[in-house]
């Protein structure tokens, strides 16, 4: 069964950093490229940060660039997403998310939500002004 756990999500104030991260099991690293999605109540979702199975490559949205750095560890089965310079419109749910790809490249990055099998049960992040 595959599971992620968001973890370390919070309140901040703008200007500040906050580190997310999220635990997966049940699936083989070597298989998967992982990604953060966020999401504001009854609204749809947005593409954040996504990164490939190796963790060599990664992709951002443009309103989060030079801010916000997106990892994984292997060995630890965890994915991060490093949050600097915080905003208030940053204020949201955020989602990590799976796609099971085995036979995709070790490069590729997934920035389309739909690709996406598995997600988290999402962690707020508040950045107050």
């Known amino acids: 069964q595959v599971q992620l756990a968001e973890l370390w999500g919070g309140w901040v104030q703008a200007g500040g950093s906050l580190r997310v991260s999220c635990a997966a099991s049940?699936?083989?690293?070597?298989?998967?490229?992982m990604g953060w999605l966020r999401q504001a109540l009854v609204k749809e979702l947005h593409f954040v940060a996504a990164i490939s199975k190796s963790g060599g490559s990664t992709s951002y949205a443009d309103y989060v660039k030079g801010r916000f750095n997106i990892s994984r560890d292997n060995a630890k089965n965890t994915l991060y997403l490093q949050m600097n310079s915080l905003k208030p419109e940053d204020t949201d749910v955020y989602y990590c998310?799976?796609?099971?790809?085995?036979?995709?490249?070790?490069?590729?990055?997934?920035?389309?939500?739909?690709?996406?099998?598995?997600w988290g049960q999402g962690t707020q992040v508040t950045v107050s002004s």
């Open positions: 998310a799976a796609d099971n790809a085995p036979k995709a490249p070790p490069w590729k990055v997934v920035t389309t939500i739909s690709e996406y099998d598995y």
């Open positions: 049940g699936l083989p690293p070597s298989s998967y490229a």
